[in-house]
C-alpha cells in the first residue's frame, strides 16, 4: 500500500506513456491495414480515409469500448491472491502494456501480421504466471478467448460469403446489373447502419446513463439505418451507364454504385476497430488508474473513465497521422485487386463481427477478422489469387505472439519491480 | 529461411491472374494478325517483305514467350483460384502455341521461296480468312474473364460464354471442310508443281488448320472453368 501512496502519480504517468505508445503502435500500423482496403479501391482518398477514422475511431471506443477493456481488466488474471500488495498488479498492468508495445513495433519494421489482441492476452498471462503465480490465471476464460479467435475470422468469413453471393443473386446475375444495383443499394447500406448501431445499442450504453429497451434499441437501429440508406441513395442517385467504361468491363457501372457505398462500411471499420482493439489497448491503463485511484484497492468496481477511453482513441489517431498514412497508401496500392462490391461486402462482414464479439466482451483481432472476410470471399470465386502464404504466416504468428509477450512481460515485470520495489 | 517471412498483410491478396492472360492474348492476336500481310507479300513474291513481316511474328512470339514464363514463375502452389491452377496454366500455355504455329508457318515462308499455286489462292484466302475469325472470337472468349470473375464463373456470364465457345466450335468446323477442299485442289494440280514445294504446302495447309485446332483447345480448356 506504501508504495502505491508514495509512487501513484509516477505509475499512473508511466501508464498513461506506455498506454499512448501502444495506441500510437496500433494506429499505426493496424487500423491503417483495416482502413488500407477502402483506399485501395479507391472509394476514399488517404485525407478522407483519416477523417472517418478519427471520428468513428473515438465513437466506437466510446459506445461499444467498455465490455472488452473489462476482459482485459478483469477477465484473464483473478488478483485475490495479491490483494494486500497491489503494486504486483500495478507492475504487472504496466509490463503488459510495454511488452506489447513494443512486440507491436518489432512485428511492423519485419511486416509480421501480428495482432494487438493477441500480443496483450500473451503479455497478461506471462506477468500473471510470475507475478502472482499460474494458478491466477483463469484459464477457462483464456480458452474462451482463444476459441473466438479461431471462431471469430470462421464467422466474418461466412458472412463475406453470404454477402457476395447475394449481390451475385441480386444484381450481378440479372438482366440490368445496374438498374438492380441502384434497387438494392440502399438496402445494403441500411443493413450497415442497422446492424451497427443495433449491436452497439442492444444493452450496452450503460456507461454513459443510456438506457434503451429492447424495442427502443430496435426501434433507433432501423431509425439510424434509414438516415444511413438514405444518404448512400442521396450519393448514388446520379451514377449513369458510363458506355465506354463498359466496352472494358460491362460491370464498370454497377462497381461506381459501390464505390460510395464503402464510406459507410469504412466508417463502421473504424467503429469496429475502436471498439475492439482501442478498448485492448487501454485495458492495462484503466487497471493501473482504477487500482491508483482507489488507493490500493484491487477488487473495486469503479467505471471506466471516459478520458481514458479518449487518450485511447488520441493515441491511435496519433499513430495513424504519423506513420499509418503510409501504411494505408501502401496497403491501398497492392489491394487493388478488390473490386468495391467485394471490398464493400468483406469490410461489412468483419465491422459486424468484430462488433458483435465486442458486445460480448470478446478481444478478437480486426485485422485477422478482416482476412477471413476476404477468405470468404475468395471461397465465393469473388478473387483473383489469394496467396495462402500469408495465412500461414498469421497462424505462425499467433503462436509465436503468445509465448513473446509473456516472455517480455515476465522480464518488464521484473524490472519494474526491482525499479519500485 | 526466417522463422516468419516478410510477407506482409497486404501479399494476401495477389494481382489476378486473369489480367496477364488477357494481355498474352492480345500478343498472340497480334501474331495472328501479321499472318495475311505474310501470305499478301508472299502472292506479291516480295521476298524482303515475307521475311520482314516473319521477323515482327518472331519479336510478338518471344514476348509472348516471356510473358508466358513470368506468369508461370509467379503462380506458386500456394495461391488459392477461383479456377483451376493447373488449368489456368494450360490455358496460357494453349495460348502461346498459337504464337508458335505463326512463327513456324513465318519460317518456312522466309527459309523457302515459295511460289503461290494459282489454283490455291482462293482457297487459300478463305482459310486465312477463317483463322482470323476464330482466333479473333477465342481472343473475346478471353476477354469475358474478367466479367467471369466478377459473377463467380456462373449466372449469365455463362450463357454468353457458352454461346461464345459454340461459336468458336462451329468455326473450327468451317476451316476443316475448306482445309479439306484446299487439299483436294492441291491434289489437283499437284502433278504440275515441285514436289517438295508441294510437300510443304500441305504443311502450310496443316499449320493453318493446326492454329483453329489450338483455338478450340482454348475453348475446351475454357469451358473446364465454367463446369467446376
Redesign the interface.
Known amino acids: 500500500m506504501e508504495i502505491i501512496a508514495a509512487y501513484g502519480t509516477a505509475m499512473i504517468i508511466l501508464a498513461v506513456i506506455f498506454g499512448l505508445y501502444m495506441c500510437w503502435g496500433i494506429g499505426a500500423n493496424d487500423l491503417a ?1 483495416a482502413m ?1 482496403t477502402s483506399v485501395g479501391s479507391g472509394a476514399l482518398t488517404i485525407k478522407q480515409a483519416i477523417g472517418i477514422a478519427i471520428i468513428f475511431e473515438f465513437l466506437g471506443a466510446l459506445l461499444a469500448g467498455g465490455h472488452v477493456t473489462k476482459t482485459i481488466r478483469k477477465g484473464i488474471i483473478d488478483p485475490t491472491n495479491i490483494t494486500s500488495n497491489p503494486e504486483i498488479l500495478v507492475y504487472g498492468m504496466l509490463a503488459a502494456l510495454l511488452a506489447t508495445a513494443i512486440w507491436l513495433m518489432i512485428a511492423s519494421t ?4 501480428v495482432s494487438t489482441t493477441h500480443s496483450i492476452i500473451g503479455a497478461l498471462i506471462g506477468f500473471a504466471i510470475v507475478g502472482i503465480g499460474p494458478e491466477s490465471v483463469k484459464w477457462g476464460k483464456v480458452g474462451s478467448v482463444v476459441i473466438s479467435w479461431i471462431v471469430s475470422p470462421m464467422i466474418g468469413g461466412t458472412i463475406a460469403f453470404i454477402l ?1 453471393m447475394s449481390t ?1 443473386k441480386l444484381i ?4 440490368n446489373p445496374l438498374k438492380n444495383a441502384k434497387k438494392f443499394a440502399p438496402g445494403y447500406i441500411f443493413l450497415v447502419g442497422f446492424t451497427i448501431s443495433l449491436v452497439t445499442m442492444f444493452k450496452g450504453l450503460k456507461h454513459l446513463n443510456i438506457n434503451l429497451t429492447t424495442a427502443g434499441s430496435f426501434g433507433f437501429a432501423i431509425l439510424f439505418g434509414l438516415i444511413t440508406s438514405l444518404i448512400g441513395y442521396y450519393f448514388i442517385r446520379n451514377i449513369k451507364e458510363d458506355l465506354n467504361a463498359n466496352r472494358e ?3 464498370a457501372g454497377v462497381e461506381k454504385v459501390f464505390t460510395p457505398m464503402m464510406l459507410f462500411t469504412a466508417c463502421s471499420m473504424a467503429f469496429a476497430h475502436g471498439s475492439n482493439d482501442v478498448a485492448n489497448g487501454i485495458g492495462p491503463l484503466a487497471a493501473v488508474y482504477s487500482i491508483v485511484s482507489s488507493g490500493g484497492e484491487v477488487m473495486q468496481n469503479s467505471p471506466l473513465p471516459i478520458w481514458i477511453l479518449l487518450l485511447g482513441g488520441t493515441g491511435i489517431v496519433l499513430g495513424l497521422i504519423t506513420l499509418g498514412y503510409r501504411v494505408m497508401l ?2 491501398g496500392e ?2 487493388t ?3 468495391p ?1 467485394r471490398g464493400f461486402c468483406a469490410q461489412l462482414a468483419a465491422a459486424t463481427t468484430v462488433v458483435i464479439a465486442s458486445r460480448t466482451g470478446l478481444p478478437v483481432s480486426t ?1 485477422h477478422i478482416l ?1 477471413g472476410a ?2 470468404g470471399v ?1 471461397l ?14 498469421i497462424i ?2 499467433w503462436v ?1 505472439t503468445l509465448p513473446a509477450g509473456a516472455l517480455m512481460a515476465m522480464l518488464f515485470f521484473f524490472t519494474l519491480k526491482g525499479i519500485f520495489g | 529461411m526466417p522463422f516468419l517471412s516478410n510477407k506482409p498483410l497486404y501479399g494476401l491478396m495477389r494481382g489476378s491472374p486473369f489480367k496477364p492472360i488477357q494481355e498474352h492474348m492480345r500478343i498472340v492476336f497480334s501474331c495472328i494478325c501479321l499472318i495475311p500481310p505474310l501470305f499478301d507479300a508472299l502472292y506479291k513474291e516480295d521476298s524482303e517483305q515475307v521475311s520482314d513481316t516473319a521477323e515482327q511474328i518472331k519479336t510478338l512470339e518471344t514476348e509472348a514467350d516471356k510473358l508466358k514464363s513470368t506468369f508461370r514463375l509467379n503462380m506458386p502452389k500456394s495461391l488459392f483460384l477461383p479456377v483451376d491452377r493447373k488449368d489456368l496454366l494450360s490455358l496460357i500455355s494453349d495460348q502461346d502455341h498459337i504464337a508458335d504455329t505463326a512463327e513456324d508457318i513465318g519460317k518456312i515462308l522466309t527459309y523457302r521461296k515459295m511460289v503461290v499455286p494459282e489454283a490455291l489462292k482462293e482457297l487459300l484466302d478463305e482459310l486465312l480468312e477463317g483463322t482470323m475469325e476464330i482466333v479473333s472470337e477465342a481472343k473475346g472468349m478471353i476477354e469475358q474473364l474478367d466479367e467471369l470473375l466478377e459473377v463467380g464463373f456462373g449466372g449469365r456470364e455463362l450463357d454468353k460464354i457458352s454461346k461464345m465457345i459454340s461459336r468458336v466450335r462451329r468455326s473450327e468446323h468451317n476451316i476443316d471442310a475448306i482445309m479439306h477442299r484446299a487439299k483436294k485442289t492441291l491434289f489437283s494440280v499437284e502433278r504440275e508443281l515441285d514436289p517438295v514445294s508441294v510437300m510443304f504446302w500441305y504443311k502450310i495447309i496443316d499449320l493453318l488448320g493446326r492454329i483453329s485446332d489450338q483455338c478450340e483447345n482454348l475453348a475446351d480448356r475454357l469451358l473446364l472453368f465454367l463446369s467446376k
Open positions: 491495414n488500407g519485419k511486416g509480421w501480421p457476395v451475385r450481378f446475375n440479372t438482366d468491363f460491362s460491370y501502401t496497403v497492392k489491394i485487386e478488390l473490386t462490391s485485422t482476412v476476404i477468405l475468395g465465393a470465386r469473388g478473387i483473383g489469387a489469394l496467396d495462402l502464404r500469408v495465412i500461414l504466416n505462425i504468428s509465436v
